[in-house]
């Protein structure tokens, strides 16, 4: 049976037609995982096996709001895998998450932590509401309850959440809270992204935006093209947009576009990072007004012309309505599934290297291992620790994908796929959980 066939008896492979959602994320996780594969010829069972997350829990979380009306949110968590170790990943809080998008989420985890090389599975977690609507003290009711629900989910030695879309060290705070009371002791390393204080980690807050600046220098690199003279545009303007944005700029690149949820901001001569992450916090961390560059739309923010182009706000950004306007020579995705897969062959064809999600935001995963070794350990290391050590991981992950690429003659991101999956299936088979 082909790889295609088996997708369709589990009802993960839809045919292309017209109730074809083209942009999800599961499709596109799903099209590049066959990808991947039939380059290793798995056979059935273990396709089955790393197809279907082994956990999927969706909870109703009610909460009394301000009013003493009580609101009842859906809030989900989907463990795709735990044979590397611990499942790890972030919890979104959005009005449009649902389950497909966190199982979306959830494998690319899986291939993530295989790739950055850190003892850990694969899960994300989201609730379904608009934070930007509750008051700060619904957002800590519906923290609390939304762990509550997953106490016997959460665990230090079983599955360890982190701050993703719309969720920072605060609820971060809350959660590890919530747990330890209800285990009767502190239990620092039930979830990483805490404020430092509490036992989270030197630099783990700009983790992700420095490991995409990383990758993105080991790029340039192989392209024979110098940072500081690369014109660089930056999709989103949140953790992981305003860090990368900041370091390519410190970097000496020229950064002409930045952008949030409120539209794209153009300077051809370059924008202030500084001063902009400065106005941004003085303005309810929104872009809006923001008067040192042209307003325009996001839309044609990602079809600046531009050295390197990082979306970082969203998936499904990049897609075949607009992947051959795309004018970059590199695309790096700090967001989690910003190009589609049906814009891969799009973006190949017209010779722009693509450093993918599964590599690219890695830094964030990473550090998030260093903040939970810490925990474990009690013993707390410097930022410059920190920041080396991370460094060095996503140099290796980069270089160690680079040469899957280069011996199979793939792609960066069909590079990151094989060698994850592959990475995985080995250790399952050894495991023998399949036998
Ligand atoms: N925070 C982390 O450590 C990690 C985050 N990621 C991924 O990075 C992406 C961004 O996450 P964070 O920076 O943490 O989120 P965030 O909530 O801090 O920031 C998101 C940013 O994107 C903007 N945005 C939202 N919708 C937009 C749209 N349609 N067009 C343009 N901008 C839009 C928001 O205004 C905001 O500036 C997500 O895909 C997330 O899964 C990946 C790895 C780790
Ligand atoms: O820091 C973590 O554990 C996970 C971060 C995350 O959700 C991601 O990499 O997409």
């Known amino acids: 049976m082909s790889n295609k066939e088996k997708m369709r008896t589990?009802?993960?492979?839809?045919?292309?037609?017209p109730k074809l959602n083209e942009e999800s994320p599961f499709k596109s996780m799903m099209e590049r995982f066959q990808f991947a594969a039939e380059i290793l010829e798995l056979d059935e069972g273990m396709f089955q096996y790393l197809a279907n997350p082994v956990k999927q829990i969706t909870v109703s979380i009610p909460v009394v709001m301000d009013s003493g009306d009580i609101q009842v949110f859906e809030g989900y968590r989907v463990i795709h895998d735990n044979v590397l170790g611990p499942s790890k990943g972030g919890i979104r809080f959005a009005p449009d998450v649902n389950i497909e998008e966190v199982k979306a989420l959830a494998s690319w985890m899986t291939w993530k932590c295989a790739?950055?090389?850190v003892p850990f599975g694969g899960a994300k977690g989201g609730v379904r509401c608009d934070p930007k609507k509750l008051s700060t003290s619904e957002l800590e009711r519906l923290t609390r309850?939304?762990?509550?629900?997953?106490?016997?989910?959460?665990?230090?030695d079983r599955d360890i959440p982190a701050p993703d879309m719309n969720t920072d060290e605060q609820i971060m705070a809350w959660i590890m809270d919530t747990y330890s009371m209800n285990a009767h002791k502190t239990e620092t390393?039930?979830?990483?992204g805490k404020p430092i204080i509490l036992g989270g980690s030197h630099g783990r807050k700009e983790a992700t935006g420095r490991g995409v600046v990383t990758v993105?220098?080991?790029?340039?690199?192989?392209?024979?093209?110098?940072?500081?003279k690369c014109r660089t545009v930056v999709q989103g303007f949140g953790n992981v947009g305003s860090v990368s944005a900041k370091l390519m700029y410190e970097q000496g690149a020229k950064v002409i576009g930045i952008s949030d949820i409120t539209g794209g901001y153009y300077n051809k001569n370059g924008i202030d990072i500084i001063d902009a992450i400065e106005f941004a916090k003085n303005n309810g961390n929104s872009l809006e007004g923001y008067p040192e560059a042209d307003k325009i739309t996001n839309e044609e923010l990602l079809q600046l012309d531009c050295d390197v182009l990082i979306p970082a706000a969203k998936e499904d950004q990049i897609s075949p309505r607009n992947a051959d306007k795309i004018n970059a020579r590199v695309i790096v995705e700090g967001a989690n599934g910003p190009v589609t897969a049906n814009a891969d062959a799009i973006l190949e064809g017209n010779d722009i290297m693509v450093v993918p999600d599964i590599l690219a935001n890695a830094g964030g995963v990473t550090v998030s291992y260093f903040e939970w070794v810490q925990d474990r350990q009690g013993y707390f290391w410097t930022e410059?620790?920190?920041?080396?050590r991370l460094n060095r991981m996503m140099r290796a992950a980069?270089?160690?994908?680079f040469n899957v690429k280069e011996e199979h003659n793939i792609t960066l991101r069909q590079a990151a796929y094989v060698f994850g999956i592959n990475k995985v299936a080995t250790t399952l088979?050894?495991?023998?959980?399949y036998a």
């Open 189 to 192: 390393a039930v979830v990483t």
């Open 115 to 117: 790739i950055a090389n």
């Open 216 to 228: 993105t220098l080991a790029a340039l690199n192989k392209l024979g093209l110098a940072p500081n």
């Open 145 to 156: 309850r939304y762990t509550a629900n997953m106490l016997e989910v959460f665990g230090p």
């Open 398 to 401: 980069f270089d160690n994908l």
């Open 429 to 433: 088979r050894m495991r023998g959980i």
């Open 10 to 17: 589990t009802g993960y492979y839809k045919e292309p037609g």
């Open 384 to 388: 410059e620790r920190v920041n080396r």
